[in-house]
Each structure stands twice: as structure tokens, then as C-alpha cells.
């Protein structure tokens, strides 16, 4: 089945650094690849979409200056957190999605644990 | 806005037990719903999906899911599982026209030996 790879799969950083996240589809391209923070004991929570080559949709709420989107190839999408802080210490998921059709299943990525002190 | 309930956070199940994992949902509109798992230090993955249709949705590992209108949920069973079913399964709705996703709080399903 399709891959989803997402590195590193934990960081810990110091307040006020910025992290980058990476998510790869390995063995397909993908359109659409998908954001995602979990919190303990809570859902999912979509942070952001991205399409190859445009600007990412961000869900209300989410600050865009301070998780930056980058989805430059087909087979690469970057989540930069800027100046991260305690409180961004989250699980971040990104899924990828062949084709356009939002009923397309979402390949996710196993996940990255930032913890920032 | 939609949203999503998994009322069970824990459910453990002797192994050859059958189970059922609680979905609701609440939506204004017509919705389609997604049952994914994850398994220890992985990604998620597709169990099932009802877009239209017969409302008994089968999916992989011997899960099936019925969607039902009225009471407004799309329950996981399976018959009898195993011990490599343990995992957290994530209950998913979406709307037509909108590819959101909005996802329950997940419910871990620990199979006793």
C-alpha cells in the first residue's frame, strides 16, 4: 500500500527555535497532503491543507505565520514551526491524497512528537 | 459544522470475543464516514468507508460497519477478534463538497489473551 514516511519522529527543541517537519508520499504522488495536531486524549485536529505548488489553507484558528506550509513537489510537504514555544508541543500527522476528490483515502504518516522546553 | 463522538475511550475484549466500537455523529448535511486504526508507532490506516449506498460497509481484518441515518451513527464490529487487533481505531466524518475531515477522540481496543 501506499507510504506515508514524516521525519524526524521526535524532536524536543528550546523555546524560541524553529523545527522543521517533514512528510514524504514514497511510492505515489500526492495532489493534496493534510496537516494534523493531536493533542492527548483528543482528536485529530486539521491544521492546514496544501496543494503541490500553491498556498495552503488554514483551518480557522491556526496561525499561518507561525507554521509554515511548504508543499513543493509532489512528493514532499514541510511544516516549519517559527519561534516554537511550550505550548506548541503537540503530535503533528501529515496524510497525503492521491487525486482530487476529497473522498480519496488520506495515506497519514506515522507522526512527530515535538516537545519544545 | 459536524462532529464526532466516540463515547469509548478503553474497550477491552477477550480474544474470540465479538466487539463493537460506538461512532456518532452530527452533522446538518449528509455525510460520509471513514473508520481508520492505528497500530503501535504507525500510521493510520483505511479499515472502511461509507460514501452512499448499502448502508453495511465491509472492511479489512474482518471489520464491518453499519451507517444509520436515523440514529445518526456508524458503529465497528467485528465478529470475533484477535490479538493483533489491538490498536486505537479513529471514526472520521466528512460532508460532500468539503474534504475536511473531522475525527473522533479515538477508542483503544486492548484484546486479553
Known amino acids: 500500500g501506499a507510504v506515508v514516511s514524516q521525519h524526524p519522529s521526535w524532536v524536543i527543541c528550546k523555546s524560541g527555535t524553529s523545527v522543521k517537519i517533514e512528510c514524504r508520499s514514497l511510492?505515489?504522488?500526492?495532489?493534496?497532503m493534510f496537516w494534523y495536531r493531536q493533542f492527548p486524549k483528543q482528536s485529530l485536529m486539521l491544521m492546514a491543507t496544501s496543494n503541490e505548488g500553491s498556498k495552503a489553507t488554514y483551518e480557522q484558528g491556526v496561525e499561518k505565520d507561525k507554521f509554515l506550509i511548504n508543499h513543493a513537489s509532489l512528493t514532499l510537504s514541510t511544516l516549519t514551526v517559527t519561534s516554537a514555544h511550550p505550548e506548541d508541543s503537540s503530535f503533528y500527522i501529515c496524510?497525503?491524497?492521491?487525486?482530487?476528490?476529497?473522498?480519496?483515502?488520506?495515506?497519514f504518516g506515522p507522526g512527530t512528537r515535538l516537545t519544545v522546553l | 459544522a459536524q462532529s464526532v463522538t466516540q463515547l469509548d475511550s478503553q474497550v477491552p475484549v477477550f480474544e474470540e470475543a465479538p466487539v463493537e466500537l460506538r461512532c456518532n455523529y452530527s452533522?446538518?448535511?449528509?455525510?460520509?464516514l471513514f473508520w481508520y486504526v492505528q497500530y503501535p508507532n504507525q500510521g493510520l490506516q483505511l479499515l472502511l468507508k461509507y460514501l452512499s449506498g448499502s448502508t453495511l460497509v465491509k472492511g479489512i481484518n474482518g471489520f464491518e460497519a453499519e451507517f444509520n441515518k436515523s440514529q445518526t451513527s456508524f458503529h465497528l464490529r467485528k465478529p470475533s477478534v484477535h490479538i493483533s487487533d489491538t490498536a486505537e481505531y479513529f471514526c472520521?466524518?466528512?460532508?460532500?463538497?468539503?474534504?475536511?475531515?473531522?475525527f473522533g477522540t479515538g477508542t483503544r481496543l486492548t484484546i486479553i489473551p
Open positions: 496524510s497525503a491524497r492521491i487525486g482530487t476528490s476529497p473522498y480519496n483515502e488520506q495515506f
Open positions: 472520521a466524518t466528512g460532508t460532500f463538497g468539503n474534504e475536511k475531515l473531522t
Open positions: 452533522s446538518s448535511v449528509s455525510v460520509y
Open positions: 511510492d505515489f504522488q500526492a495532489t493534496t
